[in-house]
């Protein structure tokens, strides 16, 4: 049985920073690239931040580039997404996502106020 379940959401003040994680089981997570997106209230979701299988290539959306970085840890299973310097458009729920066989995981809340 598939599951990504992610972690580390939760509320931060704007300028500061959290790490999201997502671990993977019931494939092989080291064989397929993987996704990051973020759906804020009331808006659809987006796509934030995409590595390949390697963890080579990234690429990111033009809003959160210089201050987001996605990672990867084969040997853990696990998925990263460090945000730094956030914004309160940054508040959103994130969903780690594995796009070759479309899976989801019931994402983390991150809230971004003083």
């Known amino acids: 049985q598939v599951q990504l379940v992610e972690s580390g959401g939760g509320l931060v003040q704007p300028g500061g920073s959290l790490r999201l994680s997502c671990i993977a089981s019931g494939y092989i997570f080291s064989h397929y690239p993987m996704r990051w997106y973020r759906q804020p209230p009331g808006k659809e979701r987006e796509l934030v931040a995409t590595?390949?299988?390697?963890?080579?290539?990234?690429d990111y959306a033009d809003s959160v580039k210089g201050r987001f970085t996605i990672s990867r840890d084969n040997g853990k299973n696990t998925l990263y997404l460090q945000m730094n310097s956030l914004k309160p458009e940054d508040a959103a729920v994130y969903y780690c996502?594995?796009?070759?066989?479309?899976?989801w995981g019931l994402g983390t809340q991150v809230t971004v106020s003083s």
């Open positions: 590595i390949s299988a390697t963890g080579g290539t990234t």
């Open positions: 996502n594995q796009p070759r066989q479309n899976f």
